[in-house]
DNA sequence: GTCTATACGCGGATAGAC
DNA sequence: GTCTATCCGCGTATAGAC
């Protein structure tokens, strides 16, 4: 053994941080194992001491990617459900995530891929997703309102996307922001 | 010439159809030229003589796509704003959407996709979607509320398409539903 | 307009040296 | 654990016969 202990450890992490990054930025049936492991500084034939397929790689990413935001999500400091969401929406729906897909929410950037995947992985997916819609819950106070608003701002981050002109990204994000805290104004 | 005249210009549509419901269910960039002509009837060679390349194709396949959602909100046969969007609401969010995307809406099925072109056809697409939300905004009233209705449905059919299990699918497009009637309730 | 044949690069995955 | 080399199928696109 050349390598410490640990070191495997950490480097899938670190795989895992970095094709998250690339996956949500170009997708992930697009980018090739050799993309992956190029944007990690190594090359293809490693990708098989860390995981078994492509496949594996899709189902890692998308639990690490997911306990990410969740993490987020957590660590969101008001208490109020005012103050709360008023957080989540200037972070969620702001211009930055809308042009940092690297960075940002998993959601947006690969649900249609996941849509299109095996039970497995839709499985794994599915199990994470509800651990954020409870925290949402949480926070609103309403299982229907949580997942209302979890849709809206997944496909306002979408459709601010698929848009050629700056200026419609805004309003389209401003619009989902606006019609969001009206709604709670009177659910709450 | 051994076609009859016409024949070129109903072919182009025929494979728009067909191209059009190959994208929608697997995906386009996932999609081979070969299985777009397989589906068609056709061998790969015979795609050049109507297409300049795959990208020309998905530029046409947005607009056809696009023009026929349109017709159908065009369709709508309610003109109060309830009852015109309680019909959307129904045809938009119901599990036949969901489990198929080959004869669904473009927006949740490839908008991802979309977002990662050029902006050449990112203008094409923004065109017709302004379009899409004339419609909304001459029913409801409201550029804003146009808006935030439309992402909220895209972000449903992308939420519930990949979830794993079909009950799940069903609170997700009712929460969408409720949350968007009680939201018009308090605005129009 | 459609076919077959073909060029050529990239896809996922494996084998063996270090 | 990572490397290079390699297998082999599929990707887009073109050429030429019918």
Known sequence: MRYRIGYKEEKRKSLLQI??????KQGFNVTGVD??????GLTSGAFYSHFSSKNDLFKA???AELHNSISLWQNNPHTTPEAWIDFELNRY????HVDHSESGCILPALASE????????????????????????QH??????????MCQLVGAILMARSMADDALKL????SCKQSIKSMLQNAL
């Open 93 to 96: 729906l702001s211009i930055y």
């Open 61 to 63: 990413l998308i639990e």
């Open 19 to 24: 094709s998250g990054q690339l996956a949500k």
């Open 114 to 137: 996941i849509a299109r995947s095996d039970d497995d992985l839709k499985q794994v997916y599915q199990a994470e997703l509800l651990r954020g819609h409870q925290l949402f819950v």
């Open 171 to 174: 309003i389209i994000l401003e």
């Open 35 to 40: 993309g992956f492991m190029q944007a990690s």
């Open 140 to 149: 609103l106070g309403s299982e229907e309102t949580a997942w209302a608003i």
